[in-house]
């Protein structure tokens, strides 16, 4: 039950991401002013580098957390694969 919910926020986080991701998109085609822009771009940023902290710390936490013998890490699978 862990593991599912786990997987499941971790699934809702990326679709949340995507969904930022192409909103900010959308702002950046109709934003004329360079200080949104700006703005928008370093926004677009974060979001990746979100992205790219749920995707790495996931099958990290599997594969350390196992290694190191917690208790925790036998039951939340979080690789995608």
């Not at 862990?2 to 900010?24: C, P, R, S, Y």
């Not at 822009?37 to 710390?57: G, Q």
Request: hydrophobic residues 50%.
């Amino acid at each position: 039950m862990l593991e599912g919910f786990f997987q499941l926020t971790t699934a809702l986080g990326l679709i949340g991401l995507v969904v930022v991701w192409q909103g900010d998109s959308l702002f950046q085609m109709f934003t004329t002013n360079h200080e949104q822009k700006a703005k928008l771009k370093e926004h677009m940023r974060a979001t990746l580098k979100s992205a790219v902290t749920l995707l790495v710390l996931g099958p990290l936490y599997t594969v350390a957390g196992s290694l190191m013998g917690l208790p925790l890490a036998e039951c939340v699978d979080l690789a995608p694969w």
